[in-house]
């Protein structure tokens, strides 16, 4: 058995019955004013943090959602874009999507708002997905690419970079991992189903998203997951796994290189009115400006006693320059 035959084994019988600690979301569920959430869909909620960001999601967008779960996020990405078919979601087990359908009659019991309809539930492979090239303007998935080995995982970001319109956006939630695993861990089947041992370092991570052509990445947040402890696990040392959210936005990629923001901040604290680089960026006295990673390693090596660099928070929310 391969380990996407595992992990489609693992969440056909979490369809069927509902599996509340199979994954660990780490942030609040969205609250919005009046949308109700079915609580069949927060039980079925597969997910390591949150896609949903109302700042991607004005104008009412063609949204895709990959790995549909319980319905849960399709309902809130509904909830921005209200109409027929606004949301696409495309999952490879029958029973992932039947389950949704269902859910999707009780969410209409519980929101006037809401219609079956608003969400084309479609069977599909992230690795193969069924939409047209440029037809999509927000993509999404949850603890979902994180099971994928390294090839498989640059061929699903390769399809949704396909099917983005320009400048359209890849929301993001996986676990990563800065320290080693053994064989054994990477290897397990389960594991890496159950979204622990494909975790893989943030810059990694960051790197295969570019790889693929995404010129921008903005590192939303960054929290604690979940720990591999040596009593239960084939480790020798405890592992800590982080969940990040990540943002790829298909936009030209820049002759030096992606922009990849992760929350540094550039202050100027001179005498002078301003400080202009002379290469797009202008700093305020005492006024903090978000700088992308290329921006700050350039600011750095100007070596000046009057421009502070923070260190990355992994929280970056917009603004800023590159």
Request: aromatic fraction near 8%.
């Amino acid at each position: 058995m391969s380990y996407l035959e595992a992990t489609n084994d693992l969440y056909r019988k979490a369809a069927t019955t509902p599996d509340v600690g199979l994954c660990c979301t780490t942030n609040p569920i969205w609250q919005l004013p009046g949308m109700k959430i079915p609580t069949i869909m927060q039980e079925m909620n597969y997910g390591c943090g949150s896609t949903v960001n109302p700042s991607d999601l004005s104008n009412e967008p063609t949204i895709l959602y990959v790995g549909v779960g319980g319905g849960m996020e399709l309902l809130q990405f509904s909830y921005f874009s209200r109409r027929k078919n606004g949301v696409i979601g495309v999952d490879v087990l029958p029973e992932m999507l039947e389950a949704s359908r269902k859910n999707f009659i009780e969410a209409e019991k519980q929101n006037d708002w809401f219609k079956s309809d608003f969400v084309d539930l479609r069977i599909g492979d992230a690795l193969n997905l069924p939409l047209e090239d440029n037809s999509i303007d927000v993509a999404a998935q949850n603890c979902v690419f994180n099971i994928f080995k390294l090839d498989d995982l640059k061929k699903a970001l390769s399809e949704v970079y396909r099917v983005l319109k320009p400048n359209g956006r890849l929301v993001m939630s996986d676990p990563t991992c800065e320290q080693s695993m053994s064989e054994a861990l990477r290897n397990d089947d389960r594991l890496r189903a159950m979204c622990l041992t494909g975790a893989i370092p943030l810059q990694d991570y960051i790197d295969t998203i570019t790889s693929v052509g995404f010129g921008t990445v903005e590192v939303r947040a960054k929290r604690a997951y979940r720990v591999l402890d040596p009593k239960h696990y084939e480790t020798k040392e405890l592992i800590y796994i982080e969940s990040v959210e990540v943002c790829a936005i298909k936009d030209p990629m820049p002759s030096d290189g992606p922009c990849v923001f992760t929350g540094k901040t550039a202050i100027y604290y001179g005498d002078e009115k301003y400080f202009d680089d002379h290469a797009g960026h202008i700093l305020m006295p005492n006024q903090p400006l978000a700088v992308c990673d290329k921006t700050a390693a350039t600011l750095q090596k100007l070596n000046r006693d009057d421009i502070f660099i923070s260190e990355s928070t992994f929280h970056y929310s917009g603004g800023g320059c590159c």
